[in-house]
């Protein structure tokens, strides 16, 4: 009968210790439950109670910077042609809505085909379509980009109201903030373009952020894009501000007008957004 080769101490699995036995508490079992349910004693990536306090307001901060910016680098995007717009629009409302969305459509799956933001197989993306993710231009704007069959962002908030993404933006690409101060960050970081299209309060908030980024040369020179001149000089009276002296002649070279998508991409373009100066401006 042949023998058993002898046991490798080395390879001898060691002996469960039972830490009641080597390190035996005096009291019984229980009698520490108001330690052990402590909120002190959580963990502290585990303590939600936490971690959604005041004095870590920095660090969730930090946390919007970092896992937006992890995801748009895995998918290689370098740069975006921002698109905003009224969420009030849809491709069934009144005849200007509907023309309005329709463009924004159209307008993207122009951007996305001919900037760069459909190569597959190699890194990076430029011109990547980005919005706010929601309904209205911003569902017409990753919707073009989706006919195009590229990616897009969808850049979300969470409102009290509260909103929901579109079915058109990049599953992988479609984020949800909730500091604005921290999603407007991520509209500028990447920007190679900036197209507005007619809208409301939060439209005019986001465009002014911009050209004020512009005015004090806060932001590369990008072409800033307004959509439907009739529109804008109704609702906004750039000559007056320059006549009562609260911005200055050139301010108003900041930005371009547009009446078609073909006409968008044009001055797109025109402003430098297929250059590689641009693109070298994002370091992604």
């Not at 993306?125 to 929601?134: F, L, P």
């Not at 500028?188 to 002014?208: H, I, K, Q, S």
């Not at 930005?255 to 044009?266: D, K, L, M, V």
Request: charge should be negative.
């Amino acid at each position: 009968m042949a023998k058993k080769p002898p046991v490798n101490p080395a390879n001898k699995p060691a002996p469960r210790l039972d830490p009641k036995t080597i390190a035996p508490f005096s009291h019984a079992q229980g009698d520490n439950d108001a330690q052990m349910a402590a909120a002190s004693y959580k963990l502290a990536a585990l303590d939600q109670d936490w971690l959604l306090g005041d004095s870590m307001r920095g660090v969730r901060f930090m946390l919007e910077y970092a896992k937006v910016e992890e995801a748009l680098d895995r998918w290689g995007v370098r740069s975006t042609v921002v698109v905003f717009g009224s969420a009030r629009f849809s491709p069934h409302g009144r005849p200007e809505h509907r023309r309005w969305y329709n463009d924004a459509r159209e307008f993207a799956r122009i951007a996305s085909e001919r900037g760069g933001a459909l190569l597959s197989e190699r890194t990076p993306r430029d011109n990547v379509i980005a919005t706010g993710g929601g309904p209205g231009i911003m569902e017409a704007a990753n919707r073009g980009a989706h006919d195009a069959g590229a990616p897009s962002i969808g850049y979300n908030i969470t409102l009290p109201m509260e909103q929901e993404p579109n079915a058109y933006s990049t599953p992988d690409l479609t984020f949800r903030f909730h500091y604005f101060a921290m999603r407007k960050m991520h509209f500028a970081m990447r920007a190679n373009a900036l197209v507005v299209f007619p809208g409301g309060m939060g439209t005019m908030d986001e465009l002014f952020e911009l050209l004020a980024l512009r005015q004090t040369d806060k932001a590369p020179p990008i072409p800033i894009v307004l959509y439907d001149q009739k529109f804008w000089e109704e609702v906004i009276n750039f000559d007056a501000m320059v006549k009562h002296g609260v911005i200055s002649a050139p301010d108003e070279s900041l930005f371009t007008y547009a009446e078609t998508p073909e006409q968008a991409w044009q001055q797109c373009v025109d402003g430098g957004v297929m250059t590689r100066w641009l693109q070298e401006q994002h370091t992604t």
